[in-house]
């Protein structure tokens, strides 16, 4: 039977939410940063440009430390840890699908926005990545990867008369929150991506 959400898991949520934003702008400050020093991440900053790179690390460490920080309040809450680690997967393969789409595109993209309409390919560079990461990240902060469980009441009524423990049943379409949003970020970001393909396959 599914644990019934007391005002102090609420207050714990709010917590833990602070705490994984406070993480994500450290880590990605210290990611910046190392970008100066390790050749790697150097590479990619490059090739990202500063606001891919900025923004696929938020995403990244939004969600490990959302995985790591939220199951805290999440078992308290009646929700599922174990489908909430797998959201955060979903979400970690998103931010790598996007980051080799940002990998091939952006040695394309000019250093700065050109004054046409649009900002050019630099302006459509920053409208995709805009568009497509920042809402992930705010999934994460507030502990949404974590799916309530379903209460099965009478069941559970029935099993505790015997001495038993309804178990948790699987939420249904779990995923629901990751693809969903991540649906309405490419519907806004899905011109501003064609028009850099085009132009980097045309060039």
Known sequence: MTATPSPRTGDQRAVLSLAVIVITIGATIWLSTLADEVPLLRDA??????????????????????????????????????????????????????GLLAWYVG????????????????GSYLAWLIAVLPALAVVGWAGWLFPPLPEDSAAA?????????????RPRRFYRTVLGTAAVCWALGVLPFLF???AVVVA
């Open 45 to 98: 900053y490059q090739r990202l440009q500063s606001t891919g790179y900025v923004l696929l690390a938020v995403l990244a460490v939004a969600t490990l430390a959302s995985a790591a920080l939220h199951p805290f309040w999440a078992r308290k809450a009646g929700r599922s840890v174990r489908l909430g680690w797998v959201n955060a997967a979903l979400v970690l393969a998103y931010t790598v699908l996007v």
């Open 107 to 122: 040695p394309d993209v000019p250093a700065h926005v050109s004054s046409g309409r649009g900002g050019g390919l630099k």
């Open 157 to 169: 009524a029935a099993l505790e008369a015997e001495g038993r423990v309804l178990q948790p049943a």
């Open 196 to 198: 850099l393909i085009l």
